[in-house]
């Protein structure tokens, strides 16, 4: 296996869909699972295919309630092209498939330069023979409406027939998670078919209540020789375009399907069908579109690659391949949010949450422009959120903690314990942290592009309006002469009430407060630097009275922190909690990861203990620098000492199940930044959580796209300690032995191809050749100018 490529031999049905996800092409308007061609959706397959942003609302009726859900839309099936014998004597054998039929060799090859997927199987009949079927397939990055798959026949030791059906299935529900059976997956409605030509068949759907138009048309040619052709009358569900092929020994034959695909969503097209077939009609053989679809990588490539030896360069390479195949450039065009779960399978319902808080920092300094389209899409949700704040009695706005295709709640109000099968109450919708996120996103973007022009408008305007809510929603506390937030979950998501608590919500997240103190403080400093007439504009879009503003910075230095046995408290009265028996549960249990759903089939609850899913407190080591951090605890009012946030640290670190993705890069980022000796532990299980499915079968339904940016994210500014603020680079490298070298270029304000490299105790920085401005940048006991063209080696002082 080389260091662009990722092989999975044999076939296991049980390991499948996490191979279909991780093999998944796509190219930030559209992906498609690695599923094989033949295969349709079931316990085993899932060849889905999604549109960035495509959603549908269904309804369903759950533990004798009704409810609505949104979700991300499983396209009509492009993909499906099966193959059969012919005999002699006219009948015809059983389709060919890895699951029925006797496999001789099985491989896939993921290229992650080329960004194309081979699978290659020899089958054995009893009667004909060994046939030979290699497959390559491929998602067009330079044109994001078009796809192809090219399969070559071979029979080794035999002559005779094959019947091939190239096929569009409209027949397709959402099938890729298994506890969402028991809900409405129907979203494809008014489903036509037809024909264009000797070679291509079409199909056109609509979603059934979003009403978005989605038309699919498919171009199957045979190379090397006339095949008998023909097309199945349409049908209600199925486009069918058959054909039989003669094969002789020795002889490959090669099947090449080209597909186009448009939905009434996409800009500058009178219709989605017409679309589609001028799409398949004008575009090129495979080898043609291969080579485009490959030179368009080979310049993402060059924007962002990142070079780190060994198997973690080799598994970080594996992430940014799908944080690109997910928010491409095209993503700039696009009306979408970051999902949390890619374009790679249906968990979640693709919705969007506070993932881009771990995606964001990356992509805004390869590809702004994608950075500053998904802020686009909240704020084009801004008054969505202000009239949910309202809703609730609140000023300002209230962002969702899952938004879809209109900005409103989607957090279900009932999940699933696949352990117990009991539905719960599902309160995470109280985790209005999510506003906190898209602020930080606003301010780290416009630091390091320097995107004047949004912040003081769009940006401005949604960090005024998640301030006005943090200020709205703290109520002072006369007996404690602080102000408290009350009633919220905080990013562990295991505690949504105290326990035996008639109303969930938990007081004084220290996340929550904190982080609701860093949105005022960035308000109030943007206000104070607006130019008088952008004040005066933004005070009028948006109603703002300047009386609010005492208020806010009032709230800014006085929010509560609690505290108790000498660490920062994750909630008021956290203490108070029961402790776990970790040792118990952990022999017990094989794994505990989902503490929660354990206690919950127990018949206990994990709101009566001290343990989390996941970081909380310490997620604030993640956001901010040490001396921002401590800044922020003196600015209200607490002492942040170095040995306080170690006690901390560890007191978290020994309660912790890891139960999400996001744990083990957060940890490992926060004790990399402190030195600790298990960081290398954690960001080991950051880089394998989806490769090795860590968290039980999840990747299956979708990679973890924060957790696959923030390691590249780790390298970028967790190592190296890079900042970008006060227009310039500040670095403050710590040594992680196991990732002790590593290079990435990086585009910051005018410069493209900013080269940063560490290696044997040097930090190598070069500018490239350009008319722009020097570049300042700025170490703990040192700063520098780099001039365009120009490379600076610096000397790290020894650990």
């Known amino acids: 296996?080389?260091?662009?490529?990722?092989?999975?031999?044999?076939?296991?049905?049980?390991?499948?869909?996490?191979?279909?996800?991780?093999?998944?092409?796509?190219?930030?308007?559209?992906?498609?699972?690695?599923?094989?061609?033949?295969?349709?959706?079931?316990?085993?397959?899932?060849?889905?295919?999604?549109?960035?942003?495509?959603?549908?609302?269904?309804?369903?009726?759950?533990?004798?309630?009704?409810?609505?859900?949104?979700?991300?839309?499983?396209?009509?099936?492009?993909?499906?092209?099966?193959?059969?014998?012919?005999?002699?004597?006219?009948?015809?054998?059983?389709?060919?498939?890895?699951?029925?039929?006797?496999?001789?060799?099985?491989?896939?090859?993921?290229?992650?330069?080329?960004?194309?997927?081979?699978?290659?199987?020899?089958?054995?009949?009893?009667?004909?023979?060994?046939?030979?079927?290699?497959?390559?397939?491929?998602?067009?990055?330079?044109?994001?409406?078009?796809?192809?798959?090219?399969?070559?026949?071979?029979?080794?030791?035999?002559?005779?027939?094959?019947?091939?059906?190239?096929?569009l299935d409209g027949d397709v529900i959402n099938g890729n998670v298994h506890r969402y059976r028991s809900l409405n997956r129907s979203h494809l409605a008014h489903v036509r078919t037809g024909a264009k030509g000797p070679d291509t068949v079409w199909l056109h759907c609509r979603t059934s209540t979003s009403d978005i138009g989605i038309a699919m048309a498919a171009r199957t040619v045979v190379t090397g020789q006339p095949p008998a052709s023909s097309r199945q009358p349409p049908g209600r569900h199925r486009a069918v375009h058959r054909l039989v092929i003669r094969l002789a020994p020795g002889r490959p034959v090669v099947v090449e399907k080209t597909v186009g695909l448009h939905t009434s969503r996409d800009a500058a097209i009178s219709n989605p069908l017409e679309a589609a077939l001028d799409e398949v009609s004008a575009a090129g053989d495979f080898s043609t579109l291969r080579d485009s679809h490959v030179a368009a990588w080979a310049r993402l490539w060059r924007r962002a690659d990142i070079k780190v030896p060994g198997r973690a360069g080799h598994v970080l390479r594996l992430h940014l391949f799908h944080v690109l195949q997910t928010l491409s450039p095209h993503t700039a065009d696009l009306d979408v949010g970051v999902p949390a779960r890619g374009l790679h399978g249906e968990a979640y319902r693709g919705h969007v949450f506070w993932d881009e808080l771990f995606v964001l920092p990356y992509l805004n300094l390869h590809f702004p422009e994608v950075s500053r389209a998904l802020l686009n899409y909240r704020h084009r949700r801004l008054p969505q959120a202000c009239r949910a704040a309202a809703a609730a009695g609140r000023a300002g706005a209230m962002y969702p903690w899952?938004?879809?295709?209109?900005?409103?709640?989607?957090?279900?109000?009932?999940?699933?314990?696949?352990?117990?099968?009991?539905?719960?109450?599902?309160?995470?919708?109280?985790?209005?942290?999510?506003?906190?996120?898209?602020?930080?996103?606003?301010?780290?973007?416009?630091?390091?592009?320097?995107?004047?022009?949004?912040?003081?408008?769009?940006?401005?305007?949604?960090?005024?309006?998640?301030?006005?809510?943090?200020?709205?929603?703290?109520?002072?506390?006369?007996g404690l002469g602080r102000y408290r937030i009350r009633g919220v979950v905080g990013p562990d998501e295991y505690h949504d009430s105290y326990p035996n608590a008639a109303h969930p919500g938990l007081d004084d997240n220290t996340y929550t407060n904190v982080t609701a103190a860093w949105v005022l403080s960035r308000a109030l400093d943007l206000l104070r630097r607006l130019p008088a007439w952008r004040r005066q504009e933004l005070f009028e879009r948006v109603n703002l009275d300047g009386d609010e503003l005492p208020k806010w910075e009032d709230v800014s230095r006085r929010l509560r922190v609690p505290h108790h046995q000498g660490v920062i408290s994750q909630f008021d009265r956290y203490g108070d909690l029961a402790e776990l028996d970790w040792v118990a549960y952990r022999q017990r249990y094989d794994?505990?990861?989902?503490?929660?759903?354990?206690?919950?089939?127990?018949?206990?609850?994990?709101?009566?203990?001290?343990?989390?899913?996941?970081?909380?407190?310490?997620?604030?080591?993640?956001?901010?620098?040490?001396?921002?951090?401590?800044?922020?605890?003196?600015?209200?009012?607490?002492?942040?000492?170095?040995?306080?946030?170690?006690?901390?640290?560890?007191?978290?670190?020994?309660?912790?199940?890891?139960?999400?993705?996001?744990?083990?890069?957060?940890?490992?980022?926060?004790?990399?930044?402190?030195?600790?000796?298990?960081?290398w532990k954690y960001v080991q299980e950051a880089l394998e959580g989806d490769i090795a499915d860590l968290q039980g079968g999840t990747t299956g339904e979708g990679i973890h796209l924060g957790a696959m940016a923030g390691t590249l994210d780790l390298v970028q500014r967790g190592l190296t300690g890079l900042e970008t603020r006060e227009d310039a680079l500040w670095l403050d490298p710590v040594p992680l032995p196991a990732l002790s070298e590593y290079g990435f270029s990086l585009r910051y304000r005018g410069h493209w191809g900013v080269r940063v490299r560490l290696q044997s105790g040097q930090l190598r920085i070069g500018v490239p050749d350009s008319e722009e401005s020097p570049i300042r940048v700025v170490l703990a006991d040192r700063a520098v100018t780099v001039a365009p063209g120009e490379t600076c080696t610096l000397l790290l002082p020894e650990d």
Request: aromatic share 10%.
């Open 1 to 167: 296996m080389s260091e662009w490529t990722w092989e999975y031999e044999g076939y296991d049905p049980a390991a499948e869909r996490l191979r279909e996800a991780l093999c998944t092409l796509g190219n930030g308007y559209f992906a498609t699972r690695g599923a094989v061609p033949e295969s349709r959706t079931g316990l085993v397959h899932c060849p889905g295919t999604y549109a960035a942003g495509c959603y549908n609302r269904l309804e369903s009726t759950v533990a004798g309630r009704q409810v609505v859900n949104e979700d991300l839309v499983n396209l009509p099936n492009w993909l499906l092209l099966r193959f059969r014998l012919r005999r002699a004597d006219g009948s015809v054998g059983s389709w060919f498939s890895p699951d029925t039929c006797a496999l001789l060799d099985h491989r896939h090859s993921l290229d992650l330069r080329c960004a194309t997927l081979t699978r290659t199987s020899r089958y054995r009949d009893s009667q004909a023979g060994v046939l030979s079927v290699e497959q390559n397939r491929l998602v067009h990055m330079a044109d994001p409406h078009l796809a192809a798959l090219r399969t070559v026949f071979t029979a080794e030791d035999w002559s005779g027939e094959i019947e091939v059906e190239s096929a």
């Open 591 to 679: 794994n505990i990861r989902r503490l929660d759903r354990i206690l919950e089939a127990e018949g206990d609850s994990v709101n009566r203990y001290q343990a989390s899913k996941q970081a909380d407190v310490l997620m604030l080591g993640y956001l901010f620098s040490p001396a921002e951090l401590s800044a922020l605890f003196r600015q209200l009012g607490y002492n942040l000492t170095d040995d306080l946030w170690r006690r901390t640290v560890d007191y978290y670190l020994r309660r912790t199940s890891h139960g999400s993705t996001l744990s083990g890069l957060v940890h490992g980022w926060v004790l990399a930044r402190l030195k600790g000796p298990d960081a």
């Open 402 to 478: 899952q938004s879809g295709s209109d900005g409103r709640e989607e957090t279900q109000h009932l999940h699933l314990n696949p352990r117990s099968g009991r539905w719960l109450p599902d309160h995470s919708r109280l985790q209005h942290h999510v506003g906190s996120a898209i602020a930080y996103n606003v301010w780290q973007y416009c630091e390091a592009t320097g995107d004047t022009e949004f912040l003081q408008t769009k940006g401005a305007e949604m960090l005024v309006q998640v301030a006005r809510f943090w200020a709205d929603t703290a109520i002072f506390d006369a």
